[in-house]
């Protein structure tokens, strides 16, 4: 017995309206997928198309310079990684310690809720705000010397530190409490619980997000302006206390001289800040999948 | 000819404010399995896991009354919770070995307690562990690939295996074959019928048929109270109490 109901235009209408209705859909969403993407493509193409002329090993390995011929980007990327050096050091056994914390030892109570809130809000400051408290504290009552690694990088672990936290924080949660139950149940300290099996289960997610904070350190200017490393250096830094640059800093410093012919070198430039962006990305994708553990 | 293994004596167990379990006093004897029954919620789980204070994990979980393992207080501030738990070892619901090889699974214990002096010590400890839990001849050709890949029945024997393997004197088990088919369970009774001579065995269960098969001695647990405890096959055959009958006939639970 066939229901009749089926059968009729009314039905067949309805059923092609559902149809249609989820083909538009579908088409909505990769169009804004292809928009979006396309403003990439594009951004990549300006780039390649103005930038690739001047990649060659001269640029790689020179220097600033007054003149757009000479000028090299290797000084700015050698201060980048002392910069990002400092930072990972200071904010990666940081943050991680105090995901350990709050998570698995911290009492729940009014104040422990008062260090969360403020650890998300951390996380939410403008990085201005940082580069005020970089120069206002390192700078002004510690007497770091100004524009050095040591000082970015300090600033910069400030604002790494929350996001390490928070992802951290997420990958130690997200470790089965059976987990933890086996452990003590065998006669495990709390200790030993998390460094013996807590803990190497949280690593691919705790890695991940200490890459992509590490990865939005290395693309931030706006607080080491502050910290005075925009100024002109022309020897690559040879510690972290040397007076340095850094890669954003150089596009930001080229980008304000196109007229005298250094619309190359910052495209160059760009495209050398999107390889290492690239690489950390990769780095951190690669590491969740080779951690992960399966169950 | 048994001798009193564990003593509760007037334990209350509250999470917060809420009260668990009311005034439970209770003997449990070495050398049996005794069995606690009851419906949900009863308290049984949370009573089970104040015996090695895997309470102590949860925030406001608190326990009153005392608690002797062999007359000494597991609650008193000379006990250290670590070594109360390698001497009351204890297996969960579910299976839940460490996402490590099977031979790490049953070294882990042992280990972290000295227990043993040489890798042929330890490699000793875990072919004894192994085939105490009756899963030796099963993995014995692929002691490095992981606990996890074993099927569920021989997960959680893996499981009783590393809980064997630090020598404790009490086993507590939390429903271990709930997650298991019926096989696997059969085999997971043998086990527990076998393991009893050299441990005091302890196993919640929703199964009354399986309180039946295994234990000697079985506990009824009603809204946090211990309702009657005796002899099995009293309890199943001749209950004192009418709130026994009903459960155990059927009528809830």
Redesign the interface.
């Given at each position: 017995m066939t229901n009749p109901h089926w059968q009729s235009d009314a039905a067949a209408k309805r059923i092609s309206r559902r149809n249609a209705a989820e083909r538009r859909f579908k088409l909505l969403g990769l169009g804004a997928i292809v928009l979006s993407l396309s403003f990439l493509a594009l951004l990549l193409f300006i780039m390649l198309k103005n930038g690739l002329g001047g990649l060659d090993w001269s640029f790689l390995s020179g220097t600033d310079s007054t003149d757009p011929d000479t000028a090299g980007v290797w000084g700015a990327t050698k201060g980048s990684l002392l910069t990002m050096f400092v930072t990972l050091l200071l904010s990666f056994p940081m943050g991680v310690l105090a995901a350990i914390y709050l998570e698995e030892f911290a009492?729940?109570n009014r104040w422990i809720d008062l260090v969360e809130v403020s650890i998300n809000n951390l996380a939410a400051v403008p990085s201005i705000i940082f580069g005020l408290l970089g120069l206002a504290v390192f700078i002004n009552t510690l007497d770091m010397p100004r524009s050095s690694p040591l000082v970015g990088g300090l600033t910069l672990a400030l604002m790494t530190m929350p996001v390490i936290v928070i992802s951290g924080r997420n990958a130690i949660k997200a470790v089965?409490p059976?987990?933890?139950?086996?452990?003590?149940?065998?006669?495990?300290?709390k200790v030993?619980t998390v460094f013996?099996?807590v803990l190497p289960?949280a690593l691919p997610g705790i890695l991940t997000g200490t890459i992509i904070g590490m990865a939005r350190a290395l693309g931030e200017t706006a607080p080491l302006l502050m910290i005075g490393m925009r100024a002109f250096v022309v020897t690559p830094p040879g510690g972290v206390t040397d007076p340095s640059s850094v890669l954003p800093m150089q596009i930001f410093l080229w980008s304000d001289e196109i007229d005298t012919g250094f619309v190359q070198n910052t495209s160059a430039a760009i495209i050398v800040l999107l390889v290492f962006l690239l690489a950390m990305n990769g780095l951190a994708i690669y590491l969740r999948n080779k951690f992960e553990?399966?169950? | 000819m048994t001798e009193t293994k564990l003593t509760a004596r007037n334990v209350d167990v509250y999470y917060g404010p809420k009260k668990a379990i009311d005034n439970v006093s209770i003997d449990i004897d070495n050398g049996i399995v005794t069995a606690f029954i009851g419906p949900s919620g009863c308290g049984k789980s949370t009573f089970l896991r104040s015996l090695n204070r895997m309470n102590d994990t949860i925030a406001d979980a608190r326990v009153t009354g005392e608690i002797l393992l062999d007359g000494e207080d597991i609650y008193a501030a000379s006990m250290d919770p670590v070594a109360l738990r390698a001497r009351v070892g204890m297996v969960f619901q579910k299976p839940n070995p460490f996402p490590k090889s099977i031979y790490e699974n049953v070294a882990y214990g042992p280990r972290i307690h000295g227990l043993a002096a040489s890798k042929a010590d330890m490699d000793a400890i875990v072919e004894s562990a192994l085939t105490k839990a009756g899963l030796w001849e099963e993995v014995k050709d692929r002691l490095s690939d992981a606990g996890t890949a074993l099927s569920g029945g021989q997960q959680q024997r893996l499981c009783i295996a590393r809980a064997i393997a630090v020598s404790p004197e009490v086993i507590l088990m939390d429903e271990p074959c709930s997650a298991l088919d019926p096989i696997a369970t059969a085999k997971i009774e043998e086990l527990i019928d076998e393991l009893k001579e050299n441990y005091a065995i302890v196993i919640v269960t929703h199964s009354m048929q399986q309180a039946a098969r295994v234990s000697q001695r079985t506990a009824f647990f009603h809204l946090g109270n211990l309702v009657e405890y005796g002899e099995t096959s009293e309890i199943f055959t001749n209950p004192r109490e009418v709130k026994t009958k009903d459960y155990i006939t059927g009528r809830y639970g």
């Open positions: 009492p729940k089965p059976s987990i933890r139950d086996a452990a003590l149940a065998v006669g495990a300290s030993q013996h099996h289960l553990v399966r169950w | -």
